[in-house]
């Protein structure tokens, strides 16, 4: 604090100086003539800030800084080599990382592994070559070396937002040759329907017992097929079919009057199709180990029905890519134009 106090009278000294050479005035005291130059102000305030070194004026005027023993001031943050925030403040703040969830937990195509299996099929063909549908279905076959029965898939990439009305695909298919595993069915109806179900080989019959039933968490079929007078009652089973895809629908053909038919196209093969959020419809249209006439009726099948069903609002290029693969197997590119072709001459 005297080191201080010096140092503030001593930076005040030319001012001073300078004052007492003047006359005095009445109010010299209250409204001083001359005041100390602005030079002086940053130094004065250095000299207070800084306790570790005192200023000194010299003859001339001029502040100096006279050092002083130094008191070592640093924060327990701080280091040698000048690590951590300057004058002690701590080291720098890393924000925690969120574990990733979801698709963003997924490793990039780079960094994926394949199995050994997968490396040697995928040798067979070639990843940009489009090929004719009789030799991707040669090729698919030949590609599955799985230790189960792979099913034949078809993924069609269309040029769909089905986010408008005008461009919602969803319909179905019956495949000539049957999908190849069987399928259990359910039935809602009421009356002389149940006899007729059940005649018509229906697994699961039944109406309001049954509503209850499913309400209480029973799913054991893999279709439920409806009359249009039980829809106002299972229209309080939506919350529980809807996201399992097993809600009633006309277009799906899983709301009919006529339940024989109905049961028929799904046990001989109908199967059900729509377009997803990204605009690519996926659909499985057999198994592998069937001849390859029968997967390339079945496929054209598929091909007609989509090409059949376009929406009204679907504008440009239709078909943008079209790939054939097994269960467990790369994907096999298709020629669009070939295969639409393929499908004219065989329709004919």
């Not at 070639?126 to 189960?148: G, N, R």
């Amino acid at each position: 604090m005297a080191t201080a106090a010096a140092a503030s009278t001593s930076l005040l000294a030319p001012a001073a100086a300078a004052a007492s050479t003047a006359p005095a005035a009445p109010n010299a005291l209250l409204f001083p003539s001359s005041v100390p130059s602005l030079r002086a102000y940053p130094r004065l305030l250095l000299a207070f800030r800084r306790p570790a070194a005192a200023a000194v004026a010299d003859p001339q005027g001029a502040v100096l800084e006279e050092e002083v023993e130094v008191v070592d001031q640093r924060g327990p943050y701080d280091d040698d080599d000048g690590g951590g925030y300057e004058g002690g403040r701590g080291p720098a703040f890393t924000p925690p990382t969120r574990p990733r969830t979801g698709k963003a937990a997924l490793l990039l195509k780079r960094d994926r592994t394949r199995s050994k299996r997968f490396l040697e099929i995928q040798k067979l063909r070639e990843s940009k070559k489009e090929y004719d549908v009789p030799t991707a279905i040669l090729l698919m076959k030949q590609m599955a070396s799985a230790k189960f029965k792979e099913s034949a898939e078809a993924h069609f990439r269309m040029n769909l937002d089905p986010k408008y009305n005008d461009q919602q695909l969803r319909a179905t298919v019956n495949l000539p040759k049957g999908t190849g595993q069987s399928v259990k069915i359910a039935v809602l109806t009421q009356g002389e329907k149940i006899d007729e179900a059940r005649a018509a080989g229906a697994d699961i019959v039944g109406g309001d017992e049954l509503i209850e039933q499913i309400k209480g968490g029973f799913m054991e079929f893999d279709k439920l097929i409806a009359t249009p007078d039980m829809m106002p009652k299972v229209a309080g089973l939506g919350k529980i079919l809807g996201p399992r895809g097993l809600m009633p629908n006309p277009k799906a053909g899983t709301v009919s009057p006529n339940i024989t038919q109905a049961i028929e196209e799904f046990k001989k093969g109908k199967v059900e199709y729509r377009v997803d959020k990204s605009g690519i419809v996926h659909i499985p249209f057999g198994k592998v180990d069937f001849p390859e006439e029968d997967l390339i009726a079945n496929f054209m099948a598929v091909v007609r029905s989509v090409e059949r069903n376009k929406p009204s609002g679907a504008k440009g290029i239709y078909w943008k890519t079209a790939y054939l693969c097994s269960s467990m197997g790369p994907s096999i590119k298709l020629n669009i134009k070939e295969m639409l072709d393929y499908g004219t001459e065989s329709s004919n």
